[in-house]
C-alpha cells in the first residue's frame, strides 16, 4: 500500500531519485547511481526491495509498461534495459543502445513502443518486440519527458530548448510532426503528461510553470491552467552534481494512466537553459 511512509533501499544502493508506480500500485521501481534497479513490492517490507544491476551507470529514469510487467531504465551510460519484474527477481529482456546519456523514457500504452529523449537532442523510437530502432525525431537540445497519448498514436516530449514536440507514430518507422513546436516556456520543459482522454496534455517547466494545450484533431491550442483538472508541485530530487526543485505535472482528473514522476537536475542537464 502507498500510504506516504518512506520506502528505502540498502545503504550501498544510493538511489538516483528516478521512480515510478506500477498502475495498480502493487509494484514500485527505482533506480541507482550506479546503474541499479530497486524494485519494491507495496504490500511487503518497505527497507528490503531487489536489486540488481542492469546498466553501468546512473539511473536517469523509471517507467512501467501498461500492464506492470516490464520496467523500462534509462541510464546515463546511454543505454534503456527493459527488465521482466513479474517473477521473484527481475531479470534482463533487452538492451537498447541508445548511444548517448539517456534522460527519459516511455512506454507506449499499447506495449508496442518505447521512446527515450537523449542528450543527443534526438527522441528515439523502438519496437518493443525485437528492439530496433524505428526512428529518431529532432530536438534543438537535449530532449525530456516522454508520453504517450492513451491511445498510443501520438507521442509528445519536451525539451531544453523551451518546447514541446508532439509527433502522431500511428506508422512509427515515419513519424509525423504535428504542427510547429508548442512554445510559451521560458525554460527547460522537463515533464509532459496527457489527459486520460488525450484530449488535453500538459507540461511542466524549470521556470516554474505548467502549460496547458487543448487539442484539437491536428492542432493543439494553448490555455490557462486551471485547478481543477491541472496540478503542478515542486519535487526536490537528488544527483551526484547536487539538488534542484523542479515541476512535476499531471493532466486530468485522478484517473489511471501513467504515474506522476518528479524530475531531477543530473549531470547531464547542468548546460540547461535557465
Same mark, same amino acid.
Given at each position: ?23 495498480? @500500485? ?10 541499479? $534497479? ?43 534495459? $527493459? ?33 527515450? @529523449?537523449?542528450?543527443?537532442?534526438? /527522441? ?30 501520438? /507521442? ?13 507514430? +500511428? ?80 493532466? @486530468? ?6 504515474? +506522476? ?14
Amino acid at each position: 500500500m502507498l500510504d506516504g511512509a518512506p520506502y528505502a533501499a540498502p545503504a550501498a544502493a544510493a538511489l538516483s531519485g528516478s521512480a515510478s508506480v506500477s498502475r495498480d @500500485g502493487s509494484l514500485l521501481a527505482g533506480g541507482t547511481n550506479a546503474g541499479e $534497479l530497486a524494485v519494491w513490492r507495496t504490500d511487503g517490507p518497505r527497507d528490503q526491495p531487489v536489486v540488481v544491476p542492469v546498466a553501468t551507470d546512473l539511473v536517469e529514469a523509471t517507467t512501467f509498461s501498461a500492464d506492470g510487467a516490464t520496467v523500462a531504465v534509462a541510464s546515463d551510460d546511454g543505454t534503456v534495459t $527493459l527488465v521482466d519484474v513479474t517473477g521473484e527477481t527481475p531479470r534482463t529482456v533487452r538492451s537498447l543502445e541508445v548511444g548517448t546519456i539517456v534522460l527519459s523514457v516511455g512506454f507506449s500504452p499499447d506495449g508496442r513502443l518505447v521512446a527515450a @529523449g537523449g542528450a543527443d537532442n534526438l /527522441l528515439h523510437l523502438y519496437r518493443v518486440a525485437d528492439g530496433k530502432e524505428l526512428a529518431t525525431m529532432t530536438f534543438d537540445n537535449y530532449v525530456y519527458g516522454t508520453a504517450f497519448s492513451p491511445d498510443s498514436t501520438l /507521442l509528445a516530449a519536451g525539451s531544453t530548448d523551451r518546447t514541446v514536440q508532439v509527433w502522431d507514430v +500511428t506508422r512509427p518507422d515515419e513519424p509525423r510532426r504535428i504542427g510547429k513546436a508548442l512554445t510559451g516556456p521560458s525554460s527547460t520543459v522537463f515533464l509532459v503528461a496527457w489527459s486520460p482522454d488525450g484530449s488535453r496534455l500538459a507540461g511542466a517547466s524549470q521556470d516554474g510553470s505548467v502549460w496547458l494545450w487543448d487539442r484539437d484533431g491536428g492542432t493543439f491550442r494553448a490555455r490557462a491552467a486551471s485547478p481543477t483538472w491541472a496540478r503542478a508541485r515542486s519535487a526536490s530530487g537528488g544527483s551526484r552534481k547536487g539538488r534542484r526543485s523542479l515541476p512535476a505535472v499531471s493532466a @486530468g482528473p485522478c484517473a489511471p494512466g501513467p504515474p +506522476t514522476r518528479s524530475w531531477r537536475s543530473t549531470r547531464s542537464a547542468r548546460a540547461a537553459a535557465p
